[in-house]
């Protein structure tokens, strides 16, 4: 839908229940030509493992083009902030795509090398998260 994808609860589709997801709770998605599989993430409280939905589609048709336009419409910001040399934090600030009203919500994505036990390094991602929000006053 406009405001959602509707995802097998269990990963399977025939008959499956389904949970909903909102497009500014996906991180990512991708196909997989080769498998016929589409991978789909969603975001995830900072420091904890993003959920990962794997779906097997014979025809995809138009759908990873949709989903990567709702992915797309749903973020609103998207900043790197460097914290240790050139490595840092991605701030990605999204919200409903269907609703230009619709709450912001925040993720810190630490890049690949930074261990967020190091001392202060959280601070910072924090602090940089807060200049980001009070620049577009949200």
Do not use: C
Not at 17 to 43: C, G, I, Q, Y
Not at 58 to 80: M, T
Not at 106 to 118: F, H, K
């Amino acid at each position: 839908s406009r405001s959602a994808v509707y995802l097998p609860v269990d990963g399977t589709v025939a008959g499956a229940a389904v949970r909903r997801v909102a497009w500014e709770l996906v991180e990512r998605a991708e196909w997989n030509s080769d498998e016929s599989m589409f991978h789909l993430w969603e975001t995830a409280a900072f420091g904890t493992p993003m959920r990962r939905t794997d779906l097997v589609v014979d025809d995809p048709g138009r759908f990873g083009q949709l989903v990567r336009e709702r992915i797309s419409a749903s973020v609103l910001l998207q900043r790197h902030v460097p914290l240790v040399g050139k490595k840092g934090v991605r701030i990605v600030g999204r919200r409903n795509p269907s609703r230009s009203d619709a709450p912001v919500t925040w993720n810190l994505v630490l890049d690949n090398g930074l261990d967020p036990a190091t001392p202060g390094l959280l601070d910072r991602a924090e602090n940089a998260l807060q200049q980001v929000r009070d620049e577009l006053e949200v």
